[in-house]
């Protein structure tokens, strides 16, 4: 079964500063990738996707990703925090019936 | 509006009582889904429905979760005889076919 993994819960980050946010995939099959966002008391926000075209991959926000087989990982960044980032960050990978697999996500909190 | 909308956006029950929360998708999406968020916790599949059939009901953690489609548009999702541990956001999501995942804000079930 397809899983994704996200390490450390909570990540601080000054304004200005670069965010990252790693994400690191298991899947027997070649995988369809998406970081999601959400903000507080509203619903899921996708960012960006994978699905075997480049590698590298630009979503809203500024927000880009990485898709790295080698290292199985898929990992965010944006070079410059804005306070307007603050929000939790979800990797997931689509399984079976197109059902998507969540990792437990990252708090983002971004400091003046 | 043009959403995922979800109703009652706060439910409190107490243990014991049944409960119903609805999801009305974009209007012609054919793929309806519920998963479930727990504190500290990325979504967690629940069920996945194409048409009025729930084509995989495999994340339902036991027979006292229940959802229904009977139109192909509006979902319920039911749970009997609530317990403190179903205490969770309750997330629903639409797409076409082909397209993007589309979230509704969640329905968030507190039970006492």
């Known amino acids: 079964a397809q899983s994704v993994t996200q390490l450390g819960s909570h990540v601080s980050v000054s304004e200005g500063a670069l965010v990252l946010l790693r994400c690191n995939y298991s899947s027997s099959v070649p995988p369809y990738l998406f970081w999601y966002v959400q903000y507080p008391n509203q619903g899921l926000q996708l960012l960006l996707k994978?699905?075997?075209?480049?590698?590298l991959v630009k979503g809203i926000n500024g927000f880009e990703a990485e898709f790295k087989k080698s290292e199985t990982s898929f990992h965010l960044t944006k070079p410059s925090a804005h306070m307007s980032d603050a929000a939790e960050y979800f990797c997931?990978?689509?399984?079976?019936?197109?059902?998507?697999?969540f990792g437990k996500g990252n708090q983002v909190v971004v400091i003046p | 509006g043009a959403g995922v909308s979800q109703t009652p956006s706060n439910k409190v029950t107490e243990k014991g009582k049944y409960v119903e929360l609805r999801c009305d998708p974009i209007s012609g999406h054919t793929a309806l889904y519920w998963y479930r968020q727990s504190l500290g916790q990325g979504p967690e599949f629940l069920i996945y429905f194409q048409g009025t059939g729930a084509a995989d009901d495999s994340g339902l953690p036991n027979d006292r979760f229940f959802a229904v489609r009977p139109e192909g548009s509006v979902s319920t999702l039911k749970i009997q005889r609530t317990e403190r541990g179903d205490s969770a956001v309750y997330l629903c999501?639409?797409?076409?076919?082909?397209?993007?995942?589309?979230f509704g804000e969640g329905s968030r079930l507190t039970v006492l």
């Open positions: 994978y699905t075997s075209a480049a590698t």
């Open positions: 999501a639409s797409k076409t076919d082909t397209g993007e995942l589309f």
């Open positions: 997931a990978v689509k399984g079976g019936n197109n059902r998507l697999a």
